[in-house]
């Protein structure tokens, strides 16, 4: 059965203390792999989207990664505006457009 | 470029009864995809419609319903409400849905007494 699980369930940092967030997924046949930023009362906004082992993508103070087994998502100093739960997904069976999430990681950036 | 829209915000309802939450999809995208997201389960997948037809289906009683319709907004239904369908209901759209990254509306939370 396809799995995502994301660690730590939740991180503070200091503002400027870079750190990286986890996605191991379990799936066969890897159709690509989403990070959403989720704030509290909005639905989540999409990040980025990997499809092969070894991609990287980046976005201000974001850059996730990819491997066979597991994602990264890597903050770079971030700010209190990162603030904010992480969640990471994979599409479902071939041909089927639903994601799997995983519980996300909840980041909480301290001025 | 509009987001996705999801009406109503907020309902409170009793057990028992049914509920319609609407969803206007992107501009050019028909795909539309429901979640269902609580604090205890995370993100479920519900279903999926595409050229107003239900093209997958999650793992939910058959008093979760949906349709689409031409200009691909989509509805879902839910029927005999209980309790534990208090949930966040999100829709999601994409262009054609294959492995291609969904965007989500703000959802519409669903509170039973």
């Known amino acids: 059965e396809d799995q995502v699980t994301q660690s730590p369930e939740a991180l503070r940092l200091q503002e400027g203390e870079s750190s990286s967030l986890n996605c191991s997924y379990t799936?066969?046949?890897?159709?690509?792999l989403f990070w959403y930023r989720q704030d509290p009362g909005k639905g989540p906004e999409f990040l980025f989207t990997?499809?092969?082992a070894g991609e990287e993508k980046e976005k201000e103070r974001l850059k996730a990664t990819l491997t066979k087994k597991e994602s990264f998502l890597h903050i770079t100093a971030p700010k209190p505006e990162d603030s904010a739960t992480y969640l990471c997904?994979?599409?479902?069976?071939?041909?089927?457009?639903?994601?799997?999430f995983g519980t996300g990681t909840r980041l909480t950036v301290i001025p | 470029k509009a987001g996705v829209t999801q009406t109503p915000r907020y309902l409170i309802k009793t057990r028992g009864q049914q509920v319609t939450l609407s969803c206007s999809p992107i501009?050019?995208?028909?795909?539309v995809s429901w979640y269902q997201q609580t604090p205890g389960q995370g993100l479920q997948f519900l279903f999926e419609?595409?050229?107003?037809?239900?093209?997958n289906k999650g793992n939910f009683p058959g008093r979760f319903s949906g349709r689409q319709f031409s200009n691909s907004r989509s509805e879902m239904n839910v029927s005999t409400l209980e309790l534990g369908d208090s949930a966040l209901y999100l829709c999601?759209?994409?262009?054609?849905?294959?492995?291609?990254?969904?965007?989500f509306g703000d959802g519409t939370r669903l509170s039973i007494l």
């Open positions: 799936v066969s046949g890897l159709r690509g």
């Open positions: 501009s050019g995208h028909r795909s």
């Open positions: 990997l499809y092969s």
């Open positions: 999601a759209s994409s262009l054609d849905g294959r492995n291609q990254p969904q965007h």
């Open positions: 997904a994979v599409p479902g069976q071939t041909g089927a457009n639903n994601l799997f």
């Open positions: 419609y595409f050229s107003e037809t239900q093209r």
